[in-house]
């Protein structure tokens, strides 16, 4: 048996190495990038574009392609996020928290190079897990019912006390907001509509991408409007920089690196978290586990760390429930089970058997695609960049069409259109107003996720006659009970700890002196 494994495994290589795959691999990772980069066309868009080309190849090259050009478009959307702090898709949200002001010290390049190696190692880390751990964690995954969604949906939100540090009101209020905006369209037992006033298009609710690409990507062309710079910041290219960011990495961040890597992949399992909820989850823990939480949202390299690591990771995740129960971890991974299906290959607990070189050609290409991207991301780092030195006019005006052709083409609707420039008005004056867009956003991407998982709890609940059964004493909901009190009590504890520690440190001086 453990032979039969080994020989699939070589196969498996031997294919993915043959001069041609690998051509394609990297063709599929360059175009990713530059789709990931534009908003609106987000990993899943670029994966369904590019299946009609896959029908005529061979089965596992054709998947490999549709993983890779993924693998592109999750990075891309983070070099967006740094350079004119616009997430090119939704993962990427939480890349603009450190991304754009380390761009805005002049330092881009640091941003863009670590994005690019977390991205890889993150990558890396959740394809030899899909590799070598697939049927067991799977196997965790198919026993999560609504009470275990509806408790990691509110463990998703406890996170906004933790990032809104110093302005916790004002966060939970944002979260809300963006709560009761994903509350618009139809409800999810009797089908009623809910705040469409009367227009029926609004039944099919508030189209998230459309929504985040006002708050984050129009809103920012307003900001840069009303500003007198003439370009987006002041770069000077520095020597060595890629070099001097991989010291740092390994001084200073493996912790963080490895810790955001597992986060990413465990999310990324659960069918339906997301990549968007693993990077919000690994970057509120790099913030409350720091010794100077405050720091992050300056600028810091460890927040870009802990979300491009978590996301890039979080791929992996959730390809396993795809193949190994048919499950699609998301929306990217279903994309990729339709591929298959069109092949004739259906996912699920005998594809290993019955499929079983052709699912080891596409796990270790998938783990050979995040190695690429190393490469293919350096050569396009020194193209990307080179938009800081755009005179801003320009700028301003490609992205507003980017951002509305983007928008248009997410359903082909211009009611995206005009919810894109309201919540672009939004966010202009809601982040004045000290409103925090990311947590509106958060708030507006676990709005379904929670209501759902609640309702069919609550159903649940009521067949059993037991709410503590359903709720609280399955195993898996119980940890993320705890995982959520954790969560909203420790920064209280760790801050007065710190300050304790301060003040003893002061005293012992005070005696010294």
């Not at 574009?49 to 890779?68: K, R």
């Not at 944002?174 to 009623?192: E, K, Q």
């Not at 005998?350 to 290409?365: A, Q």
């Amino acid at each position: 048996m453990e032979n039969d494994y080994l020989q699939l495994i070589m196969s498996g290589l031997l294919n993915t190495l043959n001069p041609a795959n690998l051509g394609l691999i990297i063709l599929a990772l360059a175009a990713g990038v530059i789709v990931g980069a534009i908003p609106g066309l987000s990993a899943a868009m670029a994966t369904a574009l590019l299946v009609p080309v896959t029908f005529g190849m061979d089965p596992a090259m054709g998947i490999s392609m549709l993983a890779a050009i993924g693998i592109g478009a999750v990075y891309g959307g983070g070099n967006s996020a740094i350079l004119l702090n616009t997430p090119g898709t939704p993962s990427s949200v939480v890349t603009t928290f450190d991304g754009y002001p380390l761009s805005q010290k002049g330092k881009a390049d640091d941003a863009l190079y670590t994005s690019l190696y977390c991205s890889v190692i993150g990558g890396v880390f959740g394809a030899l897990c899909l590799i070598f751990l697939s049927i067991p964690l799977s196997s965790v995954a198919i026993k999560l019912g609504p009470p275990e969604y509806f408790w990691i949906a509110i463990f998703g939100l406890s996170t906004i006390a933790s990032l809104s540090y110093g302005a916790v009101f004002k966060g939970m209020l944002s979260g809300a907001i963006g709560l009761l905006i994903g509350t618009i369209g139809l409800d999810p037992v009797m089908a009623a509509p809910r705040f469409t006033f009367g227009y029926s298009p609004l039944m099919q609710g508030i189209n998230i991408i459309a929504a985040m690409i006002g708050l984050f990507a129009f809103s920012q062309m307003l900001v840069l409007a009303g500003s007198n710079k003439t370009t987006i910041a002041n770069y000077q290219k520095r020597k060595g920089a890629a070099t001097s960011v991989i010291n740092q990495l390994l001084k200073s961040s493996k912790f963080n690196i490895l810790r955001s890597s597992f986060i990413g992949t465990i999310i990324g399992v659960m069918p339906g978290a997301g990549a968007e909820i693993a990077s919000m989850v690994s970057y509120n823990e790099a913030k409350r586990w720091d010794k100077n939480p405050k720091r992050f949202g300056t600028g810091e390299i460890d927040g870009i760390v802990a979300s491009e690591a978590a996301n890039n990771a979080s791929i992996g995740g959730m390809l396993m429930p795809t193949l190994t129960l048919g499950i699609p971890g998301g929306a990217a991974a279903a994309i990729m089970m339709g591929g298959l299906l069109t092949h004739g290959i259906q996912p699920g607990s005998k594809l290993f058997t019955n499929h079983g070189d052709i699912v080891y050609t596409f796990m270790i290409s998938f783990l050979v695609a995040n190695l690429l991207l190393l490469i293919v991301g350096l050569l396009l780092i020194k193209v990307t960049i080179r938009v800081l030195n755009i005179p801003i006019r320009f700028v301003i005006t490609g992205m507003i069409v980017l951002c509305t052709v983007g928008t248009y083409a997410l359903q082909n609707s211009m009611l995206d259109v005009v919810v894109m420039v309201v919540f672009g008005v939004i966010g202009f004056f809601g982040n004045r107003a000290g409103l925090d867009n990311a947590a509106i956003a958060l708030g507006l991407i676990l709005a379904p996720l929670t209501e759902n998982a609640l309702v069919q709890s609550l159903l649940l609940a009521k067949s059993e006659d037991s709410l503590f059964n359903v709720f609280i004493s399955r195993p898996i909901s119980l940890l993320f009970i705890i995982l959520t009190i954790l969560t909203l009590v420790l920064p209280t504890l760790l801050a007065k700890r710190r300050k304790l520690s301060g003040n003893q440190f002061t005293e012992n001086n005070k005696e010294v002196g």
